[in-house]
Nanobody
Framework: QVQFVESGGGLVQPGGSLRLSCAVSGMFFIGMGWYRQAPGKQRELVALISSGGSTTYADSVKDRFTISRDYPKNTVTLQMNRLKAEDTAIYYC?????????WGQGTQVTVSS
């Protein structure tokens, strides 16, 4: 069974940066995505990386977020720069663009002054 363990969230001021990491156990040679869910909103896909390394971003995070993967370590990373209050959410990783039903606990990102 595939498992996801997200880490790296926290409280940051607007304009700041955070680096999220997702450790994946199980199948890894697949497309992977970072998703987020803000209070009262549906979960959305914000960044996607294919098995070959091609990346796609939601318009709301384009040019601010960077997704990458490390095959030897089975990890997927999301570098988030120039954070905004609207980036506040719980962030999750999962298969992308179609996630599995199982989700990890996620990591909370709060952008506030």
């Amino acid at each position: 069974q595939v498992q996801f363990v997200e880490s790296g969230g926290g409280l940051v001021q607007p304009g700041g940066s955070l680096r999220l990491s997702c450790a994946v156990s199980g199948m890894f040679f697949i497309g992977m995505g970072w998703y987020r869910q803000a209070p009262g909103k549906q979960r959305e896909l914000v960044a996607l990386i294919s098995s070959g390394g091609s990346t796609t971003y939601a318009d709301s995070v384009k040019d601010r977020f960077t997704i990458s993967r490390d095959y030897p370590k089975n990890t997927v990373t999301l570098q988030m720069n120039r954070l905004k209050a609207e980036d506040t959410a719980i962030y999750y990783c999962n298969r992308g663009p179609t996630p599995w039903e199982y989700w990890g606990q996620g990591t909370q990102v709060t952008v506030s002054s």
